[in-house]
């Protein structure tokens, strides 16, 4: 395992090291780490702290944010696994100096890993309101354990009376309960990055919440708002909610300060609190959440493209249509100059690798090396690397680069990245 992350942080010590020496530089000429590796190992610890989920992720002379894969990565069409797999430990690097630092690459952890944000702050302070728009902008599934409980009192729970008391009181409903609501909420779930509003309530809640799920969260939101601003909203808030009246707010403000504050603080040492003014308008709020969750985007576009990759290795051809949008453009050798449009042009190759049949003949695979994430903006990122493919019909290992442009879009509500163009060339 430690030598599995060795091996990752080295790659993006160098990669790192090749964007700080130079933004313009090509990606297939990256220089060993060196002498210049202190420096970047702070530039990646800087970075894990601003960043909160990518750590390869900067912004370069022009302002323009980029995400850096950590490695180049393998995959191969007879079973092996990507890295959204997991198989970090198939990763091909070359031979050169250890580094020092144990710091391990988000990128490098299992797809199926949830990627949390807990929103954290006093009654009122705008946690809903704002979960509801980093849904709409993001694809994050918004779980309010507050309304994850009012709903258990209304299923007729045996633990609906207890609940009603406890938020009619103003108190924290005990752990167990409220983790089990969140976990079963998780695993009904088809997404892999929730927004867990309103938990957790207390030291308790954080502690066991990591016991029993393991997750630790990517950072956490707290919206600073004071007092009278608070009670305001909450009188204002209409909804028909029994904890809604000033006896309970006042409770509830005072189990703040005394329960879940201390969780903050714990986040703030350990820096992944994102404090945020919460006093300012709906709008400006937004604004000043939105960049922190700009690193979700680059980690989703690297694993589409991680999944079409190996799609195109495995000959998957149902994978590469669901990932390539049906207008997709495309410059490659094999349309010997041209541009060609739609998906006509690259089914013909899985076809004709199907009719061939012979699985051990058919065995590719594919090694990816110095890849870059540009987001350009919240819908459009651009993927470029190198790509080396071994195929076992013939000795020769073949070197392209590559530039793939995404598109994000809505199908049927959720968000999906479609590669919309593709420019292949020989390196
Ligand atoms: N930035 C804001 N400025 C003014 N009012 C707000 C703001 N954000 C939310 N509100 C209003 O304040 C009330 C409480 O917001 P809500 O999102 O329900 O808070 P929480 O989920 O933290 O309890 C709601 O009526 C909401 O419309
Ligand atoms: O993890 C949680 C979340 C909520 N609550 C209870 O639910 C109430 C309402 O919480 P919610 O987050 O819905 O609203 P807020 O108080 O933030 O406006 C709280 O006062 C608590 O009594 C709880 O016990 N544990």
């Not at 490098?108 to 309101?129: H, Y």
């Not at 999944?307 to 410059?331: H, Q, W």
């Not at 590559?402 to 809505?410: P, S």
């Amino acid at each position: 395992m430690g030598g599995r992350s060795r091996l990752v942080n080295r790659a993006i010590l160098r990669t790192l090291s090749q964007h700080s020496s130079s933004s313009s530089s090509s990606p297939s000429t990256l220089p060993a780490s060196g002498s210049g590796a202190n420096a970047v190992r702070e530039e990646v610890k800087s970075l894990g702290r601003a960043g909160g989920a990518i750590l390869g992720s900067a912004v370069d002379e022009s302002g323009a944010r980029k995400a850096q894969w950590g490695a180049g990565w393998v995959f191969a069409a007879a079973g092996l696994v990507g890295m959204s797999g997991g198989a970090v430990g198939s990763l091909h690097t070359q031979a050169e100096e250890e580094p020092k630092a144990s710091i391990v690459p988000e990128v490098a952890r299992p797809a199926s890993k949830p990627r949390v944000v807990f929103v954290l702050g006093g009654p009122g302070s705008g946690k809903g309101t704002q979960c509801a728009k980093i849904v709409d902008s993001y694809g994050f599934v918004h779980l309010s354990a507050g309304d994850l409980l009012r709903a258990e009192i209304k299923s007729g729970s045996p633990d609906g009376t207890m609940i009603q008391n406890m938020i009619k009181e103003g108190k924290i409903v005990p752990s167990s309960v409220t983790i089990n609501l969140l976990k079963k909420a998780m695993a009904e779930s088809n997404t892999d990055k929730f927004l867990i509003d309103g938990f957790p309530r207390n030291e308790e809640n954080r502690a066991d919440f990591e016991k029993v799920t393991g997750i630790l969260p990517e950072f956490i939101l707290f919206f600073d708002c004071p007092e009278t601003e608070l009670e305001r909203r909450l009188l204002g808030r209409n909804e028909g909610r029994v904890d809604d009246n000033i006896e309970t707010i006042r409770k509830r403000f005072k189990v703040f300060i005394e329960s879940s504050l201390p969780v903050i603080d714990h986040y703030e040492k350990i820096g992944k609190a994102r404090k945020i003014d919460a006093t300012k308008s709906r709008e400006e709020v937004f604004n000043a959440i939105d960049p922190l969750f700009r690193p979700f985007l680059e980690t989703d576009l690297q694993r589409a493209t991680e999944v079409l990759l190996k799609g195109i290795d495995s000959g998957d051809l149902s994978t590469y249509e669901r990932f390539c949008d049906p207008g997709m453009t495309a410059f490659e050798p094999e349309a010997s100059g041209h541009l060609v449009k739609g998906l006509d042009f690259h089914r013909f190759y899985f076809n004709k690798k199907v009719a061939g049949g012979n699985e051990a003949e058919n065995f590719r695979q594919s090694t990816v090396t110095s890849p870059v994430v540009t987001l350009l903006d919240s819908n459009v990122g651009l993927v470029t690397y190198t790509r080396l493919v071994q195929d076992r019909s013939s000795s020769e290992v073949k070197a392209y680069n590559e530039t793939r442009l995404w598109q994000r879009k809505k199908v049927n509500g959720q968000f999906e990245w479609k590669n919309v163009h593709f420019h292949r060339s020989l390196a």
